[in-house]
């Protein structure tokens, strides 16, 4: 079963494509937690939505970045 796109994601890493900004959250109510490289990038939950495609996807925004320690 193929999961749907739920959400957008805003802010952020320039290196994030536009296309990897549309992505399926298995949950929504928490903090997304992206991890790029040596870093989790963190995106929190918007009251907004936004139509892409037909579907209706939360927006997160970007709200910093930890970095993973050696």
Same mark, same amino acid.
């Given at each position: 079963?193929?999961?749907?796109?739920? $959400?957008?994601?805003?802010?952020? *890493?320039?290196?994030?494509?536009?296309? %990897?900004?549309?992505?399926? &959250? *298995?949950?929504?109510? %928490?903090?997304?937690?992206? @991890?790029?490289?040596?870093?989790?990038?963190? @995106?929190?939950?918007?009251?907004?939505?936004?139509?892409? %495609?037909?579907?209706?996807?939360?927006? @997160? &925004?970007?709200?910093?970045?930890?970095y &993973? $320690? %050696?």
């Amino acid at each position: 079963m193929s999961e749907h796109p739920n $959400a957008m994601l805003r802010g952020g *890493p320039a290196t994030l494509s536009g296309r %990897e900004r549309i992505r399926y &959250v *298995p949950n929504r109510q %928490e903090t997304l937690k992206l @991890f790029r490289g040596n870093c989790y990038h963190h @995106f929190e939950r918007t009251t907004q939505t936004c139509l892409s %495609e037909g579907r209706q996807l939360q927006v @997160f &925004v970007w709200h910093g970045t930890t970095y &993973v $320690a %050696e």
